[in-house]
Nanobody, 124 residues
């Protein structure tokens, strides 16, 4: 049984930082691209960032230079470091896993697995 469990969300002021974590179990973690998506109220879910072992990371234009995705294969965990947060970053953030490339996850996302989501709220 595959599980992706996110943590680290919360309330932060604009300009602040948060680090999200996603602990994965039940899948061959090293073989999977892992990504972060987000969904704001009234909007569709959108891609944020993805990483696959041995490949370059891939980011949405809206977060480039502010967010950093990383992974620890020994801990089966993927992270999203979010700096210089803006109110428009407010959303539920979801972790996802897919047997594709990091770029593929961003260009044509069809993840095999999703986490339950963690709320990030950025106040102005």
């Amino acid at each position: 049984q595959v599980q992706l469990v996110e943590s680290g969300g919360g309330l932060v002021q604009a300009g602040g930082s948060l680090r999200l974590s996603c602990a994965a179990s039940g899948l061959p973690f090293r073989l999977y691209a892992m990504g972060w998506f987000r969904q704001a109220p009234g909007k569709e879910r959108e891609f944020v960032a993805a990483i696959r072992y041995g490949e370059k990371t891939y980011y949405a234009d809206s977060v480039k230079g502010r967010f950093t995705i990383s992974r620890d294969n020994a801990k089966n965990t993927v992270y999203l470091q979010m700096n210089s947060l803006k109110p428009e970053d407010t959303a539920v953030y979801f972790c996802a896993g897919d047997r594709t490339t990091a770029q593929g996850m961003g260009v044509s996302p069809h993840p095999d697995y999703w986490g339950q989501g963690t709320q990030v709220t950025v106040s102005s």
